[in-house]
């Protein structure tokens, strides 16, 4: 067995005793659950040592990341392990405890501007509001891709803790917190990103959705697979009428492309290759695989799928919430296009075909 492998088996041993449940505001996510992954490193995987994580290469924290969203856990794992807290390394910053949740917002009207205050270089103070925050009111740091002084191209990467910021409540359809934090003059580290590595955060983020929307969406096919082989009707079970059988084999399609798309996403990441086009590339695939996946899962159960009690339907409201996140289909359709025709039309092929 090799370490991911390992690694896997750990996190599902761990999400056995911790069963997905119904998120509401009272409880807003999965507490004990992230406590437990806390004490056994694997909030800090594919973060270095040295820098306060697990170790372990990117690919690793991936495993983790598909491994919790195949299993409907509520906790900011994704945030961290995949997108603030590499940023913030890449950065040259501190990355804050791996035992307290952080975060990552990229979206609203955030501005920065440069503290003198003979402390050093890196000091900012944030102005205006993040929207969208994944886990707001849960995460104890927030990374927050700022916009840079008047003058000054890129953006800043700026660390937050999120204690006392006022925001409004808000949650996706799986009631996942989504809510937006006011940066009033909000002090912070950060550093000044040029626009290409402000790009690969967001690409990140990206990429991060798409990881969690493949294994939710290989989940969503293994248990509609599962069910129409054991669910008699008229006599034989689902899977042997024809009907059904092409339902099936369109949602394994589906299913069979996104996580091609991003696998060679994740590949490249771990790589250490520019990531933006994989990123977009996986995150369209992915959500455009969402609407015909979680429709015929839902054909296919019929109406249990649709119960409160049923545990299909953990796993499609988040895949519908997160198609949105990081970016909509179209905006990463658009990325992904001007990236492909960058070098002209001749090269089209060529980087298409690194891409995929």
Not at 22 to 39: C, F, G, K, N
Not at 64 to 79: C, I, K, M, Q, S
Not at 97 to 103: A, C, G, S
């Amino acid at each position: 067995m090799s370490d991911q492998d390992l690694v896997v088996e750990t996190v599902r041993d761990i999400l056995s005793a911790h069963e997905p449940f119904v998120l509401t505001p009272e409880r807003p996510w999965d507490a004990e659950l992230w406590s437990t992954l806390a004490e056994a490193g694997l909030t800090g995987v594919g973060l270095p040592e040295q820098a306060g994580g697990s170790g372990g290469e990117p690919a690793d924290a991936v495993a983790v990341v598909r491994t919790l969203a195949a299993g409907a856990a509520a906790v900011p794992v994704a945030e961290q392990l995949l997108v603030a807290g590499p940023a913030l390394v890449a950065a040259g910053l501190d990355l804050p405890p791996v035992d307290q949740p952080l975060t990552v917002a990229v979206e609203g009207a955030v501005h920065a501007e440069p503290v003198d205050d003979g402390d050093g270089p890196g000091r900012w103070t944030l102005t205006g509001t993040a929207t969208d925050v994944a886990w707001a009111g849960v995460a104890r740091h927030v990374a927050v891709l700022a916009a840079a002084p008047a003058g000054i191209e890129g953006a800043v990467l700026a660390l937050v803790d999120a204690a006392g910021l006022a925001g409004s409540e808000a949650r996706n359809l799986a009631g996942e917190p989504r809510g937006s934090l006011v940066l009033g003059g909000a002090p912070a580290t950060g550093a000044l990103l040029p626009p290409a590595r402000a790009a690969r955060v967001r690409a990140r983020f990206a990429l991060a959705r798409a990881v969690q929307l493949a294994a939710a969406l290989e989940q969503v096919l293994a248990w509609t697979v599962r069910y129409a082989g054991e669910r008699q009707q008229f006599g034989r079970p689902l899977a042997k009428f024809q009907a059904i059988q092409m339902q099936l084999a369109q949602m394994a399609g589906e299913v069979t492309a996104t996580g091609a798309l991003v696998d060679a996403a994740v590949q490249a990441l771990d790589r250490g290759e520019d990531v933006v086009l994989p990123a977009a590339a996986a995150k369209v695939r992915a959500g455009a695989a969402v609407e015909p996946v979680a429709r015929l899962a839902h054909q296919v159960h019929g109406a249990i799928g649709f119960t409160q009690e049923h545990k299909l339907h953990h796993l499609t409201r988040r895949c519908w919430s997160w198609r949105d996140e990081a970016g909509s289909e179209l905006t990463w359709a658009r990325v992904l296009g001007v990236g492909l025709l960058a070098d002209g039309g001749d090269a089209l092929w060529p980087a298409l075909t690194r891409v995929v």
